[in-house]
């Protein structure tokens, strides 16, 4: 990748831009032809990526919110967001980083499209955590609901979550979903996730599906002092 024409990275590049006219794998132009610009493509050329159908659902190649990822046994990555550079397209996973250091501390941090090799998905918490309670008193299931019906529970997010993408695939029209990803208002483990739909249709916008995956915390034993 050329450090001066950082564009020349940009997935884009696989089709022509229909506003200056760029052929596919060449760089955007402006001002009639005279400057090349060496920084981003124009906005319809990512829409016609987008179209042309180039854009692949994320859940194949990235991180997905939600879930944690080791890299090794050198790092774990816990992402709570992933969105898109709302100039350049590429994919940016937003979330918690730690080394594999014993009691290492976890920090902020990110990962880009093109640095998702290597990671592996990792339950919850990741090995560090196990041992610690041989026998825990809570356990955490995560419930697939769509407008308040519960569809499942499931031992993982990925389960639930993987329930709600068949159903809205088999909803949608075939063709009209660009990509799908994972929102919540708040982060953390206890965060509840809605699916969102980003058409193929560069003109509509990101939106709600209605379904949810909540983590529910249940008891694994009964409580007489906590019995109210
Ligand atoms: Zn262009």
Same mark, same amino acid.
């Given at each position: 990748m @050329?450090?001066?024409?950082?564009a020349?990275?940009?997935p884009q590049?696989?089709?022509a831009?229909?506003?200056?006219g760029?052929?596919a794998?060449?760089?955007?132009? @402006?001002?009639?032809g005279?400057?090349?610009?060496?920084? #981003?493509?124009? $906005?319809?050329?990512?829409?016609?990526?987008?179209?042309? !159908?180039?854009?692949?659902?994320?859940?194949?190649?990235?991180? $997905?919110?939600?879930?944690?990822y080791?890299?090794?046994q050198?790092?774990?990555?816990?992402?709570?967001?992933?969105?898109?550079h709302?100039?350049?397209?590429?994919?940016?996973?937003?979330g918690?980083?730690k080394?594999?250091?014993?009691?290492?501390?976890?920090?902020?941090?990110?990962?880009?499209?093109?640095?998702?090799?290597?990671?592996?998905?990792?339950?919850?918490?990741?090995?560090?955590? $196990? !041992?610690e309670?041989?026998?825990?008193?809570?356990? /955490?299931?995560?419930?697939a609901?769509?407008?308040?019906?519960?569809?499942?529970l499931? /031992? /993982?997010?990925?389960?639930?979550? /993987?329930?709600?993408?068949?159903?809205?695939?088999?909803?949608?029209?075939?063709g @009209?979903?660009?990509?799908? @990803?994972?929102?919540?208002?708040?982060?953390?483990?206890?965060?509840?996730?809605?699916?969102?739909?980003?058409?193929? #249709?560069?003109?509509?916008?990101?939106?709600?599906?209605?379904?949810?995956?909540?983590?529910?915390?249940?008891?694994?034993?009964?409580?007489?002092?906590?019995d109210?």
């Open positions: @050329s450090t001066r024409e950082p020349r990275s940009l590049l696989a089709v831009c229909p506003t200056c760029s052929p794998g060449e760089l955007c132009t @402006s001002h009639g005279t400057r090349t610009r060496r920084i #981003d493509t124009h $906005q319809a050329r990512l829409a016609a990526w987008g179209e042309a !159908g180039k854009i692949r659902p994320i859940e194949d190649e990235f991180f $997905q919110p939600g879930r944690t080791a890299h090794g050198t790092s774990q990555f816990r992402v709570e967001h992933v969105t898109r709302p100039d350049h397209g590429h994919l940016r996973a937003i918690w980083m080394t594999g250091e014993p009691g290492a501390k976890w920090h902020g941090g990110f990962r880009d499209e093109g640095e998702f090799k290597g990671w592996i998905e990792i339950a919850d918490g990741g090995d560090a955590v $196990q !041992g309670a041989a026998q825990p008193a809570e356990v /955490t299931i995560y419930r609901s769509h407008d308040s019906i519960v569809m499942g499931y /031992t /993982t997010r990925d389960a639930a979550q /993987t329930h709600c993408e068949a159903k809205v695939r088999q909803e949608e029209p075939e @009209s979903i660009q990509h799908l @990803s994972w929102w919540a208002d708040d982060t953390g483990d206890q965060a509840e996730y809605e699916l969102h739909i980003t058409p193929a #249709d560069p003109g509509a916008l990101i939106h709600g599906t209605g379904y949810v995956v909540k983590p529910l915390t249940v008891a694994a034993a009964y409580d007489p002092d906590g109210e």
